[in-house]
Nanobody, 127 residues
Framework: QVQLVESGGGLVQAGGSLRLSCAAS????????MGWFRQAPGKEREFVAT????????YYADFVKGRFSISRDNAKNTVSLIMNSLQPEDTGVYYC????????????????????WGQGTQVTVSS
């Protein structure tokens, strides 16, 4: 079955950086658009970033543009999220997501677009 396993979360001070990774198995990774979502305590899950099958197309939520960077390695079945200049409002559980897409450049920004979700990794940013 499809598994998405996130890692790399933790506690960091404001202004610091983290790199999240997601290891995918049970799927033909290069056929899937990938994404990251997050959920802060008491808030709804929100879109963070997405990357197309071939990595050529990326898209970010406005609140992370210029600070976060999404990338993928189709040879290793992994997708990463580098997060810089972290702020307390970035605190939350970060989820890796996947959806099969026909076109190499397709991205997806709605939670309902995605078929598979990881268990999440906690990111806590202290002030």
């Amino acid at each position: 079955q499809v598994q998405l396993v996130e890692s790399g979360g933790g506690l960091v001070q404001a202004g610091g950086s983290l790199r999240l990774s997601c290891a995918a198995s049970g799927l033909t990774f290069s056929s899937y658009t990938m994404g990251w979502f997050r959920q802060a305590p008491g808030k709804e899950r929100e879109f963070v970033a997405t990357i197309s099958r071939n990595g050529f197309t990326t898209y970010y939520a406005d609140f992370v543009k210029g600070r976060f960077s999404i990338s993928r390695d189709n040879a290793k079945n992994t997708v990463s999220l580098i997060m810089n200049s972290l702020q307390p409002e970035d605190t939350g559980v970060y989820y890796c997501t996947a959806v099969a897409r026909s076109h190499l450049l397709d991205i997806a920004v709605a939670a309902t677009d995605y078929s598979y979700w990881g268990q999440g990794t906690q990111v806590t940013v202290s002030s």
